[in-house]
């Protein structure tokens, strides 16, 4: 899967087609014609600033697949020094 390079500050402009895309399909399907549009156009926006949070708040942890993360201990060969740095 392609890796995203958005830092902190930028943000996710996928999110928006995606949710208002989402949003009309299920309104559309539920109410039909002019209310569909109306009510999957909120339920588009809900799902866009959700998709947008959610990559947001993910830390950069190698958890989350991040570049950040805890760098790893010891030295080459995973082992302490004597003076107990890596």
Same mark, same amino acid.
């Given at each position: 899967?392609?890796?995203?390079?958005?830092?902190?500050?930028?943000?996710?402009?996928?999110a928006?087609?995606? =949710? !208002?895309l989402?949003? #009309?399909?299920?309104?559309? *399907?539920?109410? +039909?014609?002019?209310s @569909?549009? &109306?009510? /999957?156009?909120?339920? =588009? !926006?809900?799902?866009? #600033?959700?998709?947008?949070? *959610?990559?947001? +708040?993910?830390?950069? @942890?190698? &958890?989350? /697949?991040?570049?950040? =993360?805890?760098?790893?201990?010891?030295?080459?060969?995973?082992?302490?020094?004597?003076?107990?740095?890596?």
């Amino acid at each position: 899967m392609a890796k995203s390079d958005n830092g902190p500050g930028q943000p996710a402009v996928w999110a928006w087609p995606v =949710g !208002i895309l989402i949003g #009309l399909g299920i309104g559309l *399907a539920a109410f +039909g014609d002019a209310s @569909g549009v &109306a009510i /999957g156009m909120g339920i =588009g !926006i809900a799902f866009a #600033l959700a998709f947008s949070a *959610a990559t947001r +708040g993910r830390g950069g @942890g190698a &958890a989350t /697949g991040g570049r950040g =993360g805890d760098a790893p201990t010891g030295g080459r060969d995973g082992e302490e020094d004597s003076d107990g740095r890596s």
